[in-house]
């Protein structure tokens, strides 16, 4: 099979510290965000007006999706719980049903099995990604008002429940999704996230590669952090596995407990993309998957 080298492309925003207009350090890291309430039988406040996430809301939200919490990186996407309570929002606050949750992959492939819809790298496996139906909203407008939106992926299916994820943009129909294909996708859409979108100097970046269906893969451990004016190669961490030049991260959970520091100075306040190379080429082939929310300008004073 055709072997070549690939880039994972990643966008975020860093920021000096009371640098930018119309940002504040209280509210929420990412570019879509609700106020910090999410509708389901009842309100549960997951984010207080501070910023701060709120364990018991936080676990409530995950016993109804059906999400662990037990381990931290196999938790719901929090960029996922901020963007649900932003589309809430945009719809008078309506009350979300949710027709399906998270899927471990194990669920997943059961489904598959099945002949259900459901794909064989599915944001469900990820906690990134429900089936919900929105009260009073048709599911045909919630497709149009995020289609349009360009930031993840909607699925319209012809009734009143709808698919939304936070994974690249992209859209589809009942007639269009090909979730029922059995075939195998051979690590064509891995992603890779960051856990939020706005950071600051000197802090830490999680990053977490997902929609992998093969393990192990192998990425450099330098990586570039750029924009149109800067560039700077920074160091790929991890706590699970040995630092060589080329890592190879053998399992799911190795691969999404990956990290990189900010330094302190050396970064102005914009947006920046993150590249990160693989090597040790395998005999599948890889590709390209852009990913970013939205495009957010920030001004230094």
Not at 139 to 165: E, M, N, P
Request: glycine letters at 6%; proline letters at 3%; a positive charge.
């Amino acid at each position: 099979m055709f072997k070549i080298r690939f880039i994972c492309v990643i966008f975020l925003v860093v920021l000096i510290s009371g640098a930018a207009q119309g940002f504040s350090i209280k509210q929420s890291r990412f570019f879509y965000a609700g106020d910090g309430v999410l509708v389901l039988d009842r309100k549960i406040r997951f984010r207080d007006v501070q910023g701060n996430y709120l364990e018991p809301g936080l676990k409530e939200i995950h016993r109804a999706f059906g999400a662990p919490w037990a381990l931290p990186y196999e938790r719901l996407s929090l960029r996922f719980i901020e963007m649900l309570d932003y589309l809430q929002e945009q719809f008078n606050h309506g009350a979300f049903s949710i027709r399906s949750g998270y899927r471990s992959p194990n669920a997943n492939q059961s489904l598959r099995k099945k002949g259900k819809l459901a794909a064989m790298s599915s944001m469900h496996i990820e906690g990134a990604a429900a089936d919900l139906y929105l009260q009073g909203a048709s599911s045909q407008k919630i497709f149009a008002t995020v289609r349009d939106w360009q930031c993840c992926g909607i699925g319209y299916y012809g009734s009143q429940h709808f698919h939304l994820d936070t994974g690249p943009a992209r859209w589809w129909d009942q007639n269009t999704s090909k979730t029922e294909s059995q075939a195998p996708q051979e690590n064509e859409k891995i992603i890779i996230q960051t856990t939020q979108d706005i950071y600051f100097l000197g802090e830490k970046i999680d990053l977490q590669f997902m929609r992998v269906t093969n393990y192990p893969i192998d990425v450099n451990t330098t990586v570039t952090v750029e924009s149109k004016n800067k560039s700077l190669k920074l160091d790929l961490r991890s706590d699970m596995t040995n630092l060589n030049a080329c890592m190879t991260l053998k399992n799911r959970s190795e691969g999404r407990q990956l990290s990189i520091h900010l330094p302190e100075k050396k970064l102005e306040a914009g947006r920046y993309q993150i590249k990160i190379t693989f090597c040790n080429k395998r005999d599948y082939v890889l590709y390209i998957y852009l990913y970013f929310f939205g495009t957010l300008i920030f001004y230094i004073q």
